[in-house]
């Protein structure tokens, strides 16, 4: 294996709402995971994480100081395993688009200076970041919309759902039926919350397991009444209509559309669902969207310690789709924006080959030359596009997942043969599992615990981040948790300095 991958996020849960295991795992486990990557000859150790999750508990201002804490904790084991054993380490980093109390805006640049100082002591750590708003897609087949808890919406459509895997668009059109599933939607949504965990989702779930129909869908089955619809709405700001290019403005959110016209949002999201005979795709852009705009994503896309990352393509096929943001970094970075400074093409493919292909130690790929990989893509950028998401039942047992195709590669050469040519598969299957190129040559470089120089280096650092934690622990008692969180606002608002060597701006 080229690594291990884990969760550390109270978003992760299977289909009964328990979180996944790596999630409140303890720093031993966690080390002892580590030193097993490096003596298993290297690779990457990668997580999500909130850097927040101490307990499966809703995060609530009263307990900001568990929660910073554990913040500096993280930060411990991830230097130790990286520093310590050798071992290069990936962390996923977004942004909210809607801020929880306590979370600030710009965070994700404390985030960032942790892994300067981090990788200034020895460190090799990265921070994956996605190249574009990361967004829940609607549609009435996915069911992954505000609308799945209305009765009316259950009684009438998926039935229809599951016999012929599509919504009858005529019914749901009929006047009397659209009023009464919106009817029942806001009667959840004005109701008292129930006190329900909705602080966690569940991805993917199920209602039944044998019913494919359910597979992979958005729910919110650790939930209680209501929670998903309550889940839209506090995002109704964040609502948009597909778009290729994946930045909308504020105006054109149902928020602000429903404002406008004097509706309810969710007779908004409805009637744009309805569009197209129902083949509409709408986007809650739920993730790096906060300033409506693509500032926060070029910013940490340029950055020296990141690398791009975090799409899902297939994890949750039922609500999301990220197939094709390599794709939209050449077509909305390089050749199309309008909003904001555009990257050149050298940068764009820099960024999604080379960069990552090193980092996870495959040097034998990555750029084109000789005695490389011959992995290259023959590119039309004239003709390169994002297709609009489907959403298609496919699956085994025929359950639904999104998919998006691309437009304009004209050939995918994968070492040496042609397996795409002009979006049709030729039927070679030249591929073989990727393994770790350095399983078998003992322990990597890094590695600092085999030598008495090595393990006091360690020491010493180790005592050093100690310190910094007690020191820590001392602010936030002293001055609160609020003021130290307010001193965080205030140093994160200097802009992270951008890879020249990335960027053209």
């Known amino acids: ?129 996605f190249t574009r708003p990361q967004g829940i897609q609607l549609c009435w087949a996915s069911r992954s919309h505000p609308f799945m808890e209305s009765p009316t919406f259950m009684q009438h459509l998926v039935e229809a759902l599951r016999e012929h895997r599509t919504v009858d668009i005529n019914l749901l059109k009929r006047p009397e039926i659209k009023q009464q599933i919106i009817n029942e939607v806001a009667e959840l949504l004005d109701a008292e919350a129930e006190d329900d965990a909705t602080f966690g989702l569940v991805l993917p779930t199920s209602t039944d397991e044998d019913d494919a129909l359910f597979a992979g869908n958005f729910n919110c089955s650790v939930n209680g009444k209501g929670a998903l619809a309550r889940f839209f709405a506090n995002g109704f700001d964040y609502i948009f209509k597909w778009s290729k290019e994946y930045e909308p403005m504020k105006e054109e959110s149902a928020g602000s559309v429903a404002k406008k016209l004097g509706l309810h949002p969710l007779e908004v999201i409805y009637d744009w669902l309805c569009e197209d005979n129902g083949k509409q795709v709408v986007s809650f852009l739920f993730m790096n969207y906060h300033k409506y705009s693509l500032e926060d994503t070029t910013e940490m896309l340029l950055h020296k310690d990141s690398i791009p990352g975090l799409g899902d393509a297939g994890a949750h096929a039922g609500f999301i789709v990220d197939s094709t943001s390599h794709t939209y970094l050449l077509t909305h970075y390089v050749r199309d924006r309008v909003s904001g400074p555009k990257i050149s093409i050298e940068t764009a493919v820099k960024l999604h080959t080379s960069d990552p292909a090193h980092y ?48 304009g590669y004209d050939y995918t050469i994968l070492t040496g043969t042609i397996v795409h040519e002009f979006g049709q598969a030729t039927g070679n299957l030249p591929g073989r599992l990727v393994r770790n190129p350095n399983r078998g040559k003992g322990l990597p470089a890094g590695y600092k615990y085999n030598g008495i120089t090595g393990k006091m280096s360690m020491w010493l650092s180790t005592a050093k981040l100690e310190t910094k934690q007690m020191a820590l622990r001392v602010l936030l008692r002293v001055l609160g948790p609020d003021n130290v969180l307010a001193l965080g606002s205030y140093l994160a608002q200097t802009p992270l300095e951008s890879n020249l060597e990335h960027s053209n701006l």
């Open 1 to 129: 294996a080229i690594g291990f991958s884990t969760s550390r996020t109270l978003l992760h849960r299977d289909k009964n709402g328990v979180l996944v295991p790596g999630t409140l795992a303890a720093e031993e486990e966690l080390l002892a995971i580590g030193k097993a990557v490096a003596l298993g000859g290297g690779g990457v150790f990668e997580m999500a994480s909130d850097f927040m999750s101490y307990d499966d508990t809703p995060h609530v201002p009263e307990d900001h100081i568990e929660r910073l804490e554990h913040t500096g904790r993280e930060m411990i084991w991830v230097e130790q395993i990286s520093k310590g054993f050798g071992v290069p380490v990936s962390i996923c980093l977004g942004i909210p688009s809607v801020l929880a109390a306590g979370v600030d805006k710009n965070g994700y640049r404390m985030v960032f200076k942790n892994v300067e100082e981090a990788n200034a002591d020895g460190c090799n750590v990265k921070l994956q970041v």
């Open 360 to 407: 996870f130690g495959l040097d034998d790929r990555g750029i084109i030359k000789e005695g490389f990989k011959a992995d290259i893509n023959v590119i039309n950028m004239d003709e390169l596009e994002c297709c609009r998401p489907e959403f298609k039942f496919d699956l085994p047992k025929g359950a639904g997942r999104w998919i998006q195709e691309s437009k």
